[in-house]
């Protein structure tokens, strides 16, 4: 078998197990709660081991496939790399968070919600744990970069070419939150054509986040940048909403049209598109960056 069967048959094995070992536990969860019941109250502890190995299915999926195939697990992406990679660590934290603050912008300028009313050191208080706050949570997060960025983008390149890995592996890094988005995450439920819009939209973004995050990686050749990245991304957005809406208002209500203007400040990573395929990277083992 030459290497790019190798490596079809690889991502083939990877995409099965990252698959299973999420949505099992997540159609589980479909089956008997709302999703946002999930993370309130009793509910959450019977299936916290469920939630747990969801959120990390990517990276077991790595390591299993790994084992399967006699690939090995030995692998230099789960180096820190601190030493001249300090700016992409802390482009990592606060790129997200600027992102997060033209949104905070977009929801004043549209008036949505109920403005909230803080002093300075309220709001300096709400950026700093925007900031702080996700670094802790990025071993959450480090489950899927481990295998998305660590393994798959990569393995996509090796079978086609960076574009592919691009464009094919944020498709499917948005399929995989399907079992999410039919429940309201991110989008919600009422819109026209849920879920199946949401699903689309849910890939297009993945796409998008997906090059800024696969860029930390190819310029660091360590995933924990885009960890970090990732966890800024999920869990210092929602603290900067403080910033704009008083923390019981139902952001979650405001029209489809609005959210997706919402999503627009993340396009703001296309920009790294044309350096992320000017020339090839530590990872492909040519040219270094």
Same mark, same amino acid.
């Given at each position: 078998?030459?290497?790019?069967?190798a490596d079809i048959k690889r991502i083939v094995i990877y995409l099965l197990l990252s698959f299973s070992l999420a949505w099992i536990p997540w159609i589980i969860m479909n089956s008997r709660y709302d999703f946002?019941?999930?993370?309130?109250?009793?509910?959450?502890?019977?299936?916290?081991?469920?939630?747990?190995?969801?959120?990390g299915a990517p990276a077991i999926a790595t390591f299993l496939t790994r084992l399967m195939t006699k690939e090995g697990i030995a692998d230099d992406l789960l180096r820190l790399k601190l030493k001249g990679h300090l700016?992409?660590? =802390?482009?990592? =934290?606060?790129l997200p968070v600027a992102?997060?603050?033209?949104?905070?912008i977009l929801i004043r300028q549209m008036h949505l919600g109920e403005k909230a009313e803080l002093s300075g050191l309220q709001t300096a208080s709400i950026l700093m744990q925007? +900031?702080?706050?996700?670094?802790?949570?990025?071993?959450?997060?480090?489950?899927?970069?481990?295998?998305?960025?660590?393994?798959?983008?990569?393995?996509?390149?090796?079978?086609?070419?960076?574009?592919?890995?691009? +464009?094919?592996?944020? +498709?499917?890094?948005?399929?995989w939150h399907a079992p999410l988005t039919?429940?309201?995450?991110?989008?919600?439920?009422?819109?026209?054509?849920?879920?199946?819009?949401?699903?689309?939209?849910?890939?297009?973004?993945?796409?998008?986040?997906?090059i800024f995050f696969h860029w930390l990686?190819?310029?660091?050749?360590? =995933?924990?940048?885009?960890? +970090?990245?990732?966890? =800024?991304?999920n869990n210092g957005a929602a603290m900067l909403l403080l910033l704009v809406v008083n923390a019981d208002d139902a952001i979650q209500k405001v029209p489809f049209s609005a959210t997706l203007l919402l999503f627009a400040?993340?396009?703001?990573?296309?920009?790294?598109?044309?350096?992320?395929?000017?020339?090839k990277d530590r990872l492909s083992g040519k040219v270094p960056v």
């Open positions: 078998m030459n290497n790019r069967s946002f019941e999930w993370f309130t109250g009793e509910k959450q502890y019977p299936f916290l081991w469920l939630m747990l190995l969801s959120g700016k992409y660590y =802390v482009l990592a =934290v606060l992102v997060g603050l033209l949104r905070c925007a +900031i702080t706050m996700p670094l802790p949570a990025a071993f959450n997060t480090f489950g899927e970069e481990y295998g998305w960025r660590g393994y798959l983008y990569p393995k996509l390149e090796s079978v086609g070419n960076r574009p592919l890995a691009i +464009i094919a592996g944020g +498709i499917i890094w948005g399929l039919v429940k309201g995450h991110n989008f919600g439920t009422d819109y026209p054509g849920f879920p199946y819009v949401g699903i689309l939209l849910m890939c297009g973004f993945c796409v998008v986040l997906g990686t190819q310029k660091t050749g360590s =995933v924990y940048p885009a960890s +970090i990245a990732h966890s =800024v991304t400040p993340t396009l703001l990573y296309l920009l790294f598109l044309p350096f992320l395929m000017k020339k």
